[in-house]
């Protein structure tokens, strides 16, 4: 009965390789985000999805490309990683009613580029 | 940029003590939150406070607001090992689809038992 679950939780691969990293919520929510938590535990945000549209794409390179394929499903799939790709990626999901915007966090998945 | 910034960047004390934590920020907002983010997890919602409050409760939790000095507090009473995490603040500069929160760096709050 997760809320937001992320797969997987440890992703270890070598530069320039392709990989993807999915979402998925339980709650109802309509929108969707991607944050990138780096070593100093700075969070920022990537990505963010209303009904499956994209309405927030902050300065993120074009190797990175997010797909809704449903309300309930954010993927993010990394083209041709790069060492500076290694972080912590949390999706994150909300209501967007008036007064809903607190953010429910997945547990995160821990990519590592060698 | 960044919109929060906590301060102090790392906390120390002794359980039954009490913990404030403080988040100053730039630009008008329409709410700012407090989340907890414990060693290996995802974050978890703590409290939210709309930019026309000044104070708010939660359990063990209290937070004040002040937008004339563009600041915050997390005030954790009584507090546990348990409640050893890193905290972040959070702002919220409108609703609608298109709002999105700005974290700050957060701070380390070590509980010792």
């Known amino acids: 009965d997760t809320a937001v679950s992320q797969t997987p939780k440890y992703l270890v691969t070598q530069m320039g390789n392709d990989k993807s990293i999915k979402c998925e919520q339980n709650?109802?929510?309509?929108?969707m985000y991607w944050y990138k938590q780096d070593s100093k535990k700075f969070l920022k945000i990537m990505f963010s999805?209303?009904?499956?549209?994209?309405?927030i794409n902050e300065t993120v390179p074009n190797r990175f490309s997010p797909k809704s394929p449903d309300k309930a499903h954010l993927n993010l799939h990394i083209n041709s990683l790069e060492l500076g790709d290694s972080a912590v990626y949390f999706c994150?999901?909300?209501?967007?009613?008036?007064?809903?915007?607190?953010?429910?966090f997945g547990p995160g998945t821990r990519l590592l580029v060698l | 940029s960044q919109q929060g910034e906590e301060d102090p960047q790392a906390l120390s004390i002794q359980e039954g003590e009490n913990a404030t934590m403080n988040c100053s920020y730039k630009?008008?907002?329409?709410?700012l939150q407090w989340y907890r983010q414990n060693s290996g997890r995802g974050l978890v919602h703590l409290i939210l406070?709309?930019?026309?409050?000044r104070e708010k409760h939660s359990g063990r939790l209290r937070v004040t607001l002040d937008t004339s000095k563009k600041s915050s507090s997390l005030l954790i009473t009584a507090s546990r090992a348990a409640d050893t995490a890193s905290y972040f603040c959070?702002?919220?500069?409108?609703?609608?689809?298109?709002?999105?929160?700005?974290f700050g760096k957060g701070i380390t709050l070590s509980v010792r038992p």
């Open positions: 406070i709309r930019s026309n409050e």
């Open positions: 630009t008008s907002i329409n709410n």
């Open positions: 959070a702002t919220g500069g409108s609703t609608g689809a298109n709002s999105k929160l700005t």
């Open positions: 994150a999901s909300s209501s967007r009613g008036v007064l809903q915007e607190t953010q429910y």
């Open positions: 999805y209303n009904n499956k549209e994209l309405i």
């Open positions: 709650l109802g929510h309509d929108t």
